[in-house]
């Protein structure tokens, strides 16, 4: 029987897709393009609602491939216990690093220049000068050092920043130095003027940045998150932002969207973007040459590439 492969951009838009497969577009319609029990590699929508994404999962009992175009894949991960076991998940990395750890940087320089502050001076006609913190000679601690982590700290090296500390879940050696693990994140903390944000939303990275996190940050350092809105407390973020003691410039917020009337769009020292980290120009073209080599890896029986877990066994 040929295997079906839903797809959330039309095939004939991804020049290079392997022959053999039954392709059918999705992207979230009511409708289902095909009979989801004859689907056998998923790509998830992107940038839908994480119910969306998981609808159809229950039905895929021949699915042998789930491929999110996102490189957090806590939105799927839910409905994965639908599935039998051996069903792979892979993520989309390669895709998003070069237009997240860009935005990075535009939420850093942004919020120590005050362009936030230029803009509203503007709309009243107002020339707002003064003296603003530079990014250079600045301690940088990247939480979360996985291949944005990384391309954050390629982006930072013509800033002249004094230091660049790195954590993430275990402790390893990489080619720009040292990466310590989650455990002596109080020790670094404390050190950091600007602290980046780009773990994935695991259970142990699920609110932690708490209110003793935030204490340990120093005085007027900059906490900036790209990774997912839950590693944050937000309460505990308000409440340390209304002190004026840190600022913060958010991509990710929880809840998400955030609501019109939520306070944090009020909160003093903050900059908030719409989620926009991974939806530019850079997507497209780096998403359709993803799906081409691994459905030329998947139809040609090869290993895939990107794969966080296997549905009935241990992460990987």
């Known amino acids: 029987m040929t295997a079906d492969v839903w797809l959330p951009i039309p095939p004939e838009d991804i020049e290079g897709l392997p022959e053999g497969p039954a392709y ?8 289902f393009p095909a009979d989801p029990a004859r689907c056998a590699f998923y790509v998830v929508p992107y940038m839908k609602p994480p119910g969306l994404g998981q609808r159809p999962l229950p039905q895929m009992t021949q699915l ?19 599935l039998r076991p051996g069903v792979r998940l892979c993520n989309a990395r390669g895709v998003h690093e070069a237009s997240t750890a860009e935005l990075t940087l535009t939420l850093i320089l942004a919020s120590l220049r005050g362009v936030p502050d230029f803009v509203r001076a503007q709309d009243r006609g107002e020339w707002l000068g003064g003296f603003r913190p530079a990014l250079a ?3 940088v601690l990247i939480v979360g050092y996985g291949s944005i982590g990384a391309a954050i700290e390629d982006r930072l090296t013509p800033f002249e920043v004094a230091r660049v500390a790195r954590v993430a879940r275990s402790q390893r050696t990489t080619a720009r130095g040292e990466v310590h693990p989650l455990t002596e994140l109080p020790a670094l903390l404390p050190e950091a003027d600007v602290v980046i944000l780009s773990t994935p939303l695991t259970e142990t990275t699920r609110h932690l940045v708490d209110a003793g996190f935030l204490a340990r ?37 929880d809840p998400e969207p955030l609501p019109r009337e939520h306070p944090l769009w009020r909160a003093p020292g903050l900059l908030i973007s719409p989620h926009v980290g991974g939806p530019t120009s850079a997507f497209l073209p780096r998403a359709k040459r993803l799906l081409v080599d691994q459905l030329t890896r998947y139809v040609n029986r090869e290993p895939l590439r990107n794969v966080i877990l296997t549905t009935g066994a241990t992460h990987t």
């Open 24 to 31: 059918h577009f999705w992207n979230g319609a009511e409708e």
């Open 64 to 82: 042998e491939v789930v491929q999110t175009l996102s490189a957090g894949t806590d939105h799927v991960e839910p409905g994965l216990k639908h």
């Open 217 to 253: 940050m120093k005085e007027g350092a900059l906490l900036v998150n790209v990774a997912r809105g839950g590693v944050v407390d937000t309460k505990a973020l308000l409440a340390e932002l209304e002190t004026g003691r840190i600022t913060a410039a958010l991509d990710v917020t």
């Open 137 to 139: 000679d600045k301690n």
